[in-house]
């Protein structure tokens, strides 16, 4: 992957030692957006999409029964 100079050197200033995975990150996230806008999401995708943007599932309450 090819970026500006003045990225790198930012990236070396701040210390971002990861950005391979930040960039990774960023591509799963916009093209599972598109493909859920275009064709929907299979639950895995769904739930990767949502562990990536810090949404929880709400839990299921569980049903008292008498």
């Keep these: 992957m090819s970026i500006p ?3 790198y ?7 971002i030692l990861n950005w391979f995975e930040i ?12 493909k859920a806008e275009k ?4 639950r895995e995708e769904l739930l990767l999409l949502m562990e990536m943007e810090g949404i929880d599932l709400p839990e299921k309450k569980k ?3 008498k």
């Design 63 to 65: 049903s008292v029964h």
């Design 5 to 7: 100079d003045w990225l």
């Design 39 to 42: 064709e929907g999401l299979r």
């Design 23 to 34: 960039a990774r990150s960023a591509i799963i996230r916009e093209v599972l957006s598109i």
């Design 9 to 15: 050197k930012l990236i070396k200033k701040y210390g």
